[in-house]
């Protein structure tokens, strides 16, 4: 009989009403590799720190992951959501408690006892609702569940950040380039103009040439301020993001070549297993916090059942100090109950109902965040093909017109070309300069895109 009674026991513990949660990916594997494109093969190595051959920019990222007030604060979510399953699963545990106490009641004269009494109590009491429906199980749950959340979160977090550190490193970079472009002009400015005014003082160039050799001169020395303004903001701008002072920023030099040597092919781009989507960050997230929904909807059905629960109390009890201790003072009690709702108005159904339309909020905002991940990864991965054939385009000018601005400032030394034509070369190699630079900073910045978009791994 002792048998059977334990193993009834033991079924009623280990019942958990409301649905089970079943893993809906919202589009198949299949379907996301012809969405992307995405080749057999995905195995090329995605991570920040790999993102530029770079030691510089990989210090950059641990100092960011390691100071940034929006990392720690996401830590701070997960303590908060850890704290939380600790406490919603002490409430189904028994709790027991110490209590003491001490009565004196002075009788009354003009009662017929008028009796002084006191009265000593210790003991302890204990009390435990048995989670026969699976409540605090559902609700174990939905907290684990939030915990992997705010881990997945935490995450999110840190690419996001990687990808502003990397894209105003790339800004910055881009600023010093033109800055130092723009000081290489100047001086080769500063030649032709002394080659112009020494024609113009022995009468082999007109005033006009000088003056227009002056102008392109301080038209190019107007630049350098803007540069230079520029890569203090960016440089400002990265102290914000990573949660330190300028001043606390560890830049030692600034690689402008970074801008050149990063030249991935389109082709590696589609290098990706189908479950990328699955795996990114929020999209996890995301499908935790379903999870957690789905729990709390099994938690609301096991309402609709009695609870049961124990009590009781074990102590010493007399009317005096000195018999409080004597095995004739010991009492206790106990006092199983249980509840069953029998009238409450349809609260109960209606709670159910919302838990479950929360959850068809939840599932969508899952299935958003799905479909975001793929309009991201295809919209960078188009945009930095595109901006690869740019780039790629703009450098051939540059080059182009680097050689014929060279031509013609020869020619014009020898007295075989116009002033007139120095000037618009010079004009169009400083435009071609910076076209270049630009275009070489558009397809890094839509790389950058791309590495946040696919949830690439920032260093832990």
Same mark, same amino acid.
């Given at each position: 009989?002792?048998?059977? /009674?334990?193993?009834?026991?033991?079924?009623?513990?280990?019942?958990?009403? #409301?649905?089970?949660?079943?893993?809906?990916?919202?589009?198949?594997?299949?379907?996301?590799?012809?969405?992307?494109?995405?080749?057999? &093969?995905?195995?090329?190595?995605?991570?920040?720190?790999?993102?530029? +051959?770079?030691?510089?920019?990989?210090?950059?990222?641990?100092?960011?992951?390691?100071?940034?007030?929006?990392?720690?604060?996401?830590?701070?979510?997960?303590?908060?959501?850890?704290?939380?399953?600790?406490?919603?699963?002490?409430?189904?545990?028994?709790?027991?408690?110490?209590?003491?106490?001490?009565?004196?009641?002075?009788?009354?004269?003009?009662?017929?006892?008028?009796?002084?009494?006191?009265?000593?109590?210790?003991?302890?009491?204990?009390?435990?609702?048995?989670?026969?429906?699976?409540?605090?199980?559902?609700?174990?749950?939905?907290?684990?569940?939030?915990?992997?959340?705010? $881990?997945?979160?935490?995450?999110?977090?840190?690419?996001?950040?990687?990808?502003?550190?990397?894209?105003?490193?790339?800004?910055?970079?881009?600023?010093?380039?033109?800055?130092?472009?723009?000081?290489?002009?100047?001086?080769?400015?500063?030649? =032709?103009?002394?080659?112009?005014?020494?024609?113009?003082?022995?009468?082999?160039?007109?005033?006009? &040439?000088?003056? $227009?050799?002056?102008?392109?001169?301080?038209?190019?020395?107007?630049?350098?301020?803007?540069?230079?303004?520029?890569?203090?903001?960016?440089?400002?701008?990265?102290?914000?993001?990573? #949660?330190?002072?300028?001043?606390?920023? *560890?830049?030692?030099?600034?690689?402008?070549?970074?801008?050149?040597?990063?030249?991935?092919?389109?082709?590696?781009?589609?290098?990706?297993?189908?479950?990328?989507?699955?795996?990114?960050?929020?999209?996890?997230?995301?499908?935790?916090?379903?999870?957690?929904?789905?729990?709390?909807?099994?938690?609301?059905?096991?309402?609709?059942?009695?609870?049961?629960?124990?009590? #009781?109390? /074990?102590?010493?009890?007399?009317? #005096?100090?000195?018999?409080?201790?004597?095995?004739?003072?010991?009492?206790?009690?106990?006092?199983?109950?249980?509840?069953?709702?029998?009238? +409450? /108005?349809?609260? =109960?159904?209606? *709670?159910?109902?919302?838990? $479950?339309?929360?959850? +068809?909020?939840?599932?969508?905002?899952?299935?958003?965040?799905?479909?975001?991940?793929?309009?991201?990864?295809?919209?960078?991965?188009?945009?930095?093909?595109?901006?690869?054939?740019?780039?790629?385009?703009?450098?051939?000018? /540059?080059?182009?017109?680097?050689?014929?601005?060279?031509?013609?400032?020869?020619?014009?030394?020898?007295?075989?070309?116009?002033? &007139? +034509?120095?000037?618009?070369?010079?004009?169009?190699?400083?435009?071609?300069?910076?076209?270049?630079?630009?275009?070489?900073?558009?397809?890094?910045?839509?790389?950058?895109?791309?590495?946040?978009?696919?949830?690439?791994?920032?260093?832990?």
């Amino acid at each position: 009989m002792r048998k059977y /009674w334990l193993l009834s026991c033991a079924f009623l513990l280990s019942c958990t009403v #409301g649905p089970d949660y079943e893993n809906n990916p919202v589009y198949s594997d299949e379907t996301i590799k012809n969405e992307l494109k995405l080749s057999q &093969s995905g195995n090329s190595d995605y991570a920040w720190q790999t993102l530029f +051959d770079d030691v510089q920019f990989r210090q950059l990222l641990a100092q960011g992951l390691q100071n940034s007030t929006d990392v720690k604060t996401a830590i701070s979510k997960l303590r908060q959501a850890r704290a939380t399953r600790a406490i919603n699963m002490a409430t189904f545990l028994p709790q027991i408690g110490l209590q003491g106490g001490y009565q004196y009641e002075k009788g009354s004269k003009n009662t017929k006892t008028g009796i002084d009494s006191q009265y000593y109590s210790v003991g302890f009491d204990a009390s435990w609702e048995l989670d026969i429906w699976g409540q605090g199980r559902r609700q174990t749950e939905a907290d684990s569940a939030s915990v992997k959340a705010a $881990e997945y979160g935490i995450n999110d977090v840190k690419i996001s950040l990687a990808a502003e550190i990397a894209s105003d490193y790339i800004y910055w970079l881009q600023s010093k380039k033109n800055l130092q472009f723009a000081e290489q002009n100047v001086r080769l400015q500063q030649d =032709i103009l002394s080659t112009v005014k020494a024609k113009y003082q022995n009468g082999l160039s007109d005033e006009a &040439s000088y003056e $227009e050799a002056r102008f392109l001169l301080e038209n190019t020395q107007a630049q350098i301020p803007q540069y230079r303004a520029a890569v203090e903001q960016y440089l400002n701008a990265l102290a914000a993001i990573m #949660g330190v002072l300028p001043s606390q920023l *560890n830049l030692q030099s600034a690689p402008t070549e970074i801008l050149f040597k990063t030249n991935k092919s389109a082709k590696e781009l589609t290098e990706l297993p189908a479950s990328v989507v699955r795996i990114r960050p929020d999209v996890a997230e995301a499908e935790q916090r379903l999870i957690a929904q789905n729990a709390l909807v099994g938690a609301a059905v096991a309402d609709l059942y009695p609870s049961v629960s124990l009590s #009781g109390l /074990w102590g010493y009890a007399a009317q #005096g100090g000195r018999k409080l201790f004597n095995s004739e003072s010991q009492t206790y009690n106990y006092a199983p109950s249980s509840v069953l709702p029998l009238l +409450d /108005w349809n609260k =109960i159904k209606n *709670n159910i109902k919302l838990q $479950e339309y929360i959850k +068809d909020e939840v599932f969508e905002q899952y299935r958003q965040a799905v479909i975001n991940a793929v309009t991201e990864i295809k919209n960078a991965q188009v945009t930095y093909r595109e901006n690869k054939i740019g780039a790629d385009n703009k450098y051939r000018a /540059w080059q182009n017109m680097r050689t014929a601005a060279d031509l013609t400032a020869a020619k014009y030394k020898n007295g075989l070309a116009e002033f &007139s +034509d120095v000037m618009r070369t010079q004009q169009n190699l400083l435009s071609a300069q910076q076209d270049y630079v630009a275009a070489r900073s558009a397809q890094i910045q839509s790389l950058i895109a791309f590495y946040k978009a696919i949830g690439a791994p920032a260093p832990k």
